[in-house]
């Protein structure tokens, strides 16, 4: 069974920019969390979309947006990059089957904001 | 608010000793899970354990245990006879229960666990 698949692995962009990440979750999952994870402020999270609905939301800016479709996969946006927003960006989807499953993580976006 | 609080910001030991990563949650809830996850070098977190707030038993998997107390609320994570694979970033956390929290989970800062030959 794939793991949770997150692309691309390694991204730059220029202050200012936006940029799109991508999150295919585990076959079956339809729980889709996202979260950042810097040295200074760690693992925050963003937010959950489950079933293409955001049921759960961290404190993060508007700038920071995301959305998931029919087969569950999930894009999160970040419009108007600043150098703060560098960090890992991991995705983890969940069983569907209840609540406060375990989370399969996958290995993260990279960003790197210039 | 919740809070998981990991004070062991990096612990070094030599193969085959036994090390404890301690965690420390603080929640109003009287429902609730803890996790912890394991993060590798290549970024990934990997899932060890999850245990709800009515479970209290000890639990051992292999060279891996856990000690849930409520009454400290703390939630240690024990290897046994460590390996250099052992080497790694280690995260505990938290979250609410209830099909309107979602699976939103609270991280505590790590503990970088580096297992010496």
């Known amino acids: 069974k794939a793991g949770v698949t997150q692309t691309p692995r390694y991204l730059i962009k220029t202050r200012g920019q936006q940029v799109t990440l991508s999150c295919s979750p585990i076959s079956g999952h339809r729980s889709v969390s996202w979260y950042q994870q810097t040295p200074g402020q760690g693992l925050q999270f963003l937010f959950e979309y489950f079933s293409e609905t955001q049921r759960n939301k961290g404190n993060f800016p508007g700038r920071f947006s995301g959305r998931q479709f029919s087969n569950s996969r999930s894009e999160m946006n970040v419009s108007t990059l600043e150098l703060g927003d560098s960090a890992l960006y991991l995705c983890a989807s969940s069983n569907p089957s209840g609540v406060n499953t375990e989370a399969f993580f996958g290995q993260g976006t990279r960003l790197t904001v210039v | 608010a919740q809070k998981v609080t990991q004070a062991q910001t990096e612990i070094s030991v030599v193969e085959k000793e036994d090390v404890t990563l301690d965690c420390v949650y603080e929640t109003r809830d009287t429902t609730y899970y803890l996790f912890w996850y394991k993060q590798p070098p290549s970024g990934e977190l990997v899932f060890l354990i999850r245990r709800n707030s009515f479970d209290e038993q000890n639990e051992i998997s292999g060279r891996y245990s856990w000690n849930f107390q409520k009454s400290t609320s703390s939630f240690n994570f024990t290897i046994t006879a460590s390996q250099v694979v052992d080497s790694a970033v280690y995260f505990c956390?938290?979250?609410?229960?209830?099909?309107?929290?979602?699976?939103?989970?609270?991280f505590g800062t790590g503990t970088r666990l580096a297992v010496r030959p």
């Open positions: 956390a938290l979250s609410e229960v209830g099909e309107s929290s979602g699976d939103k989970l609270t």
